[in-house]
């Protein structure tokens, strides 16, 4: 059974950096592309970037010289390493990875960028 599990939301003042994980069980991230995507309140969820099997990333352009993703193959964890955040960061952000034709989701970690 694939799980993903997201961590390392929290609170932080503008400016701030804060680093999220999404842990996976049942599949191997190392062979599968994985998306970061974020829901603010009142919003539709949007593309935050991915990593490739193959290690390439992108990212959207809101977030483009701030947000960095990357990959421990050891842990099968994912990292969004996010810096420089301001309060239009704030949201509840999510890992996705397709397996198999079907979508599996985290259940989220919130983000609060706040003075």
């Known amino acids: 059974q694939v799980q993903l599990v997201e961590s390392g939301g929290g609170s932080v003042q503008p400016g701030g950096s804060l680093s999220l994980s999404c842990a996976a069980s049942g599949i191997t991230l190392s062979l599968r592309n994985l998306a970061w995507y974020r829901q603010a309140p009142g919003k539709q969820r949007e593309l935050v970037g991915a990593?490739?099997?193959?290690?390439?990333?992108s990212y959207a352009d809101y977030v483009k010289g701030r947000f960095t993703i990357s990959r421990d193959n050891a842990k099968n964890t994912v990292y969004l390493q996010m810096n420089s955040l301001n309060p239009e960061d704030t949201a509840v952000y999510y890992c996705?990875?397709?397996?198999?034709?079907?979508?599996?989701w985290g259940q989220g970690t919130q983000v609060t960028v706040s003075s």
């Open positions: 990593i490739s099997s193959g290690g390439g990333t």
């Open positions: 996705r990875v397709n397996y198999y034709a079907r979508d599996y």
